[in-house]
């Protein structure tokens, strides 16, 4: 059995623009769990939380989680708050390996900054210490990942490299030199 590879990770690490290329790179369908919630809704994601609210956005997000879990060989970027539901972050795992693109807090809001008004849970006033507080909140969940990856100053080519590189370590063990 071919293991999904699972991206999680706070919002603006790159999941998506990593996720696609690994999945290029790898041979793999790539597929979003925020693409999959707005084509089965038919609604934005912006618009599912302004019209209907959070909890309805997160019980469509547990169910596309559900059903992506079944699946394998995959390679799944998921929304940043995905894994913050245990249920989800256990059935990801079942068939997953989990890989938590990492950044620090400023330049996580210089890149959610390029893209304003995306994401409803910041604001578009959103601080480097709201960003902080939240990661901070999120700490235990994203710990849970098996691998992890600082993509500090990084572009997304290099992300996929390193990802790789540790998938290869995993599966056969640190390589030498
Ligand atoms: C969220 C992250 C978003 C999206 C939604 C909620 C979160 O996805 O799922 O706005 O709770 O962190 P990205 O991480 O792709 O921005």
């Given at each position: 059995m071919e293991?999904?590879?699972?991206?999680?990770?706070?919002?603006?690490?790159?999941?998506t623009a990593v996720g696609t290329r690994l999945a290029q790179r790898m041979g793999r369908e790539f597929?979003?769990?925020?693409?999959?919630?707005?084509?089965?809704?038919?609604?934005?994601?912006?618009?599912?939380?302004?019209?209907?609210g959070e909890t309805r956005f997160r019980s469509e997000e547990s169910l596309v989680v559900k059903r992506l879990a079944d699946k394998t060989g995959m390679v799944i970027a998921t929304g940043g708050g995905a894994v913050i539901n245990p249920e989800n972050l256990k059935l990801l795992k079942i068939n997953g390996i989990l890989v938590c693109?990492?950044?620090?807090?400023?330049?996580?809001?210089?890149?959610?900054?390029?893209?304003?008004?995306?994401?409803?849970?910041?604001?578009?006033?959103?601080?480097?210490?709201?960003i902080r507080r939240m990661l901070q909140e999120r700490e235990e969940y994203y710990r849970q990942a098996d691998i992890h990856i600082d993509t500090s100053g990084l572009e997304p080519d290099e992300i996929v490299k390193r990802i790789m590189q540790k998938l290869n370590e995993e599966m056969y063990g640190p390589t030498k030199g």
């Open positions: 293991k999904n590879i699972v991206l999680i990770g706070f919002m603006g690490t790159g999941k597929v979003d769990t925020d693409k999959e919630i707005e084509r089965i809704t038919g609604m934005t994601i912006r618009d599912i939380f302004y019209k209907s693109l990492e950044a620090n807090p400023e330049d996580i809001l210089r890149r959610v900054s390029k893209k304003k008004n995306t994401r409803p849970l910041l604001g578009k006033n959103v601080t480097v210490d709201d």
